[in-house]
């Protein structure tokens, strides 16, 4: 089993930025990835980005030059580093840890708004 413990989520006006941390712990593989999903209301859950422990990072577009990923794998930690907030980022945020065993786990959500 692996857990995920997130925070850092809260309301901020439309510019601003938040930073979300997620720790795992557990039967964790070195051999990993980590990322975030966010799901609005009335939508489906989505990818916001993904980094592998080799540090290779996925974003979806609708993040790309706003948000950045990183991890410290000593710690196992992810973070997602979220910049010029905009209201339609507005959404609980995931976090998900995946590994070579095809394990998947999801965090209990942090909810982020963002107000215009």
């Known amino acids: 089993q692996v857990q995920l413990v997130e925070s850092g989520g809260g309301l901020v006006q439309a510019g601003g930025s938040l930073r979300l941390s997620c720790v795992a712990s557990?039967?964790?593989?070195?051999?990993?990835?980590m990322g975030w999903h966010r799901q609005a209301p009335g939508k489906q859950r989505e990818l916001v980005a993904d980094?592998?422990?080799?540090?290779?990072?996925n974003y979806a577009n609708s993040v790309k030059g706003r948000f950045t990923i990183s991890r410290d794998n000593a710690k196992n930690t992810v973070y997602l580093q979220m910049d010029s907030l905009k209201p339609e980022d507005t959404a609980v945020y995931y976090c998900r840890y995946q590994d070579g065993l095809g394990r998947r786990y999801w965090g209990q959500g942090t909810q982020v708004t963002v107000s215009s």
């Open positions: 557990g039967r964790i593989l070195s051999s990993n990835v």
């Open positions: 980094i592998t422990s080799g540090d290779s990072i």
